[in-house]
C-alpha cells in the first residue's frame, strides 16, 4: 500500500499467535505512534468487562505503579504519553492502547526513546499493578465508577444520542445493538475477580492487531516486535463478520418522550451492502449527496428551502450496512420533515442528481479522506478500518475506486436501501416550546 506524494507506505510486518504486526512508514511526522488493538465481538456478557480494563491497565504498571510515577517516567521520555480507548466497529469492541512519542532523530542524547516507550506500553498492557493477583481496590473502584458515569452521560449530547438509540432499535436483538461500554446494569456488576478473568482471557484469545507509525527503522521495529514473544496466547479465531442483509418485514416507528425543547428526528435504512463490497463506493456518493454537508439535498432542501430543520445530515455506518438521516427540528414539523427527507431519496432514485451534486459528493469525500494522510490516528484507523472490511486498497487507491462512481451506479445502489425504523426524541408534552435556533 502506497502513496508516493505524501510519501507514506503501509506493510505488514509479522504475524504470529494471532497478532498481526504493521509498519505506517511516513516522514512527514516528527512523531512515533505505537497502536495495540485488541478486538472482540460485541458480546453482553463481556463488553463492560472489557471496556473497563483497559482504563485500570492505563493506571500504572509493576515498575511504575501510581499515576504520577507513570506521569513522570512519561516525562523522562520527552512528554510521551499513553492511552486508552474502546469503541466499535460494526458487531466488533475495539480495544485500544497507544503511546505517541518523540522520533529518535529529534532527541538528543543516547537514548533509544522507541526502545524505551515501546517497552512501557507493552509494560502496561502486560504487567498491571496487583494486589493478591487482582488489580488494585482503588483502580477498580475509581474506573468502575468512571465507566458508569460515561454510560450515563450518553444521554447529554442529545444528537448524538438520538442517534445511537436509533441504531439500537434498528438493531434490537442483533449484536450491534450493544454499546460498547455496556449499560449501567452490566457495568454495576462488575467484580475484581471477574475482570482479573476477563483481561486475562481477552489478552490471551483475541485477535491483535499493532501499527508502528512514523520513520522508524527495520532494528528498532524487529525488537519492539520481539517483545511480545513473551505473550502467553490461544488465539485462532478472525475478526468476527458483521450481519449486513436483513429483511425489513415492516418499518418500526419509536418516540422517546425526554424533558427537551427541540426534537430529534432519526430515520434509520438498510443498505444490504458490505464494507469490502465495491457497492461501497457508489453507497459512500449516495450519502454524500443525500446527507454528505451544505451541498447536501437534505440540508439544501430540508434546511435552507423549508426551515424545518436547526441541522440535517445523513450517516452510514460502514461495517453494519446502516444509514441514518438525523435532524433537529420543532416537534411540531415531524411530519413534514419526515416526507421531505423521503422525497429527497425518491429524487436520487429516479435518477433527479446533477453533474455538480456528483462532483461535489466526490470533492468532499476525497478532501476528508486525503486530511487523514495529515494525522497518525487518521491513517491508523483507515488501515484497521480497511482490515476489518477485508480490503486490501491503500488511500490512493480507495480514492481512485471512488472517482470512478457514475450518476448511474448511484441510482442503482439506491434501490438497495430499504427504510427500517424511525425514531424520535420528543418532549415530555410531545409539544415544541419554541425555543432553540437554527444554529444550535
Do not use: W
Request: net charge negative; proline share 2%.
Amino acid at each position: 500500500m502506497r502513496n508516493s506524494k505524501n510519501r507514506v507506505a503501509v506493510s505488514k510486518l509479522h504475524e504470529k499467535n494471532g497478532i498481526s504486526f504493521y509498519a505506517v512508514q511516513s516522514d512527514k511526522f516528527k512523531t512515533i505512534q505505537l497502536d495495540i488493538f485488541l478486538i472482540h465481538p460485541l458480546q453482553k456478557e463481556a463488553v463492560s468487562e472489557n471496556a473497563l480494563f483497559p482504563y485500570v491497565l492505563r493506571r500504572g504498571c509493576s515498575r511504575y505503579a501510581t499515576q504520577l510515577e507513570l506521569a513522570l517516567r512519561l516525562e523522562e521520555l520527552y512528554g510521551a504519553g499513553i492511552s486508552a480507548a474502546v469503541h466499535k466497529k460494526g458487531e466488533n469492541q475495539i480495544i485500544h492502547l497507544n503511546s505517541g512519542f518523540v522520533a529518535d532523530q529529534f532527541t538528543s542524547g543516547n537514548t533509544n526513546l522507541f526502545d524505551e516507550a515501546g517497552s512501557l506500553l507493552l509494560e502496561v498492557l502486560t504487567r498491571p499493578v496487583l494486589e493478591e493477583g487482582l488489580f488494585r481496590r482503588d483502580y477498580f473502584d475509581q474506573e468502575k465508577t468512571n465507566l458508569i458515569q460515561r454510560i450515563q452521560s450518553r444521554v447529554n449530547d442529545k444528537m448524538h444520542y438520538a442517534l445511537r438509540r436509533c441504531l439500537e432499535e434498528m438493531c434490537a436483538g442483533e449484536p450491534y445493538a450493544i454499546y460498547e461500554d455496556g449499560d449501567e446494569e452490566g457495568a454495576g456488576t462488575i467484580t475484581l475477580e471477574g475482570l482479573m478473568a476477563r483481561y486475562r482471557k481477552t489478552l490471551a484469545e483475541s485477535p491483535m492487531v499493532v501499527f508502528i507509525s512514523g520513520n522508524v527503522n527495520d532494528k528498532d521495529t524487529g525488537r519492539f516486535i520481539d517483545k511480545f514473544s513473551g505473550l502467553e496466547r490461544d488465539c485462532n479465531k478472525s475478526f468476527y463478520k458483521s450481519q449486513v442483509t436483513k429483511d425489513v418485514a415492516k418499518v418500526r416507528r419509536i418516540e422517546e418522550p425526554m424533558d427537551v425543547s427541540q426534537g430529534q428526528l432519526c430515520l434509520g435504512f438498510r443498505t444490504q451492502v458490505e464494507a469490502g463490497s465495491p457497492d461501497y463506493f457508489p453507497l459512500a456518493i449516495y450519502n454524500s449527496i443525500l446527507g454528505g454537508g451544505v451541498q447536501s439535498k437534505l440540508f439544501q432542501n430540508v434546511r435552507e428551502k423549508e426551515s424545518l430543520a436547526y441541522y440535517i445530515f445523513s450517516r452510514l455506518e460502514k461495517f453494519k450496512g446502516l444509514l441514518v438521516a438525523c435532524g433537529g427540528i420543532d416537534i411540531k414539523n415531524k411530519e413534514k420533515a419526515e416526507k421531505i427527507i423521503l422525497e429527497q431519496m425518491e429524487a436520487i432514485r429516479h435518477g433527479n442528481i446533477s453533474d455538480l451534486e456528483i462532483e461535489a459528493a466526490k470533492k468532499s469525500i476525497e478532501t476528508g479522506t486525503k486530511s487523514m494522510q495529515d494525522s497518525q490516528g487518521g491513517m491508523i484507523d483507515f488501515y484497521l478500518s480497511q482490515l476489518l472490511a477485508g480490503d486490501d486498497d491503500d488511500i490512493e487507491s480507495f480514492l481512485d475506486k471512488l472517482m470512478k462512481v457514475e450518476k448511474e451506479d448511484v441510482v442503482r445502489i439506491s434501490e438497495k436501501i430499504t427504510p427500517d425504523t424511525v425514531y424520535f426524541l420528543t418532549s415530555l408534552s410531545g409539544e415544541s416550546t419554541g425555543e432553540g435556533s437554527r444554529n444550535e
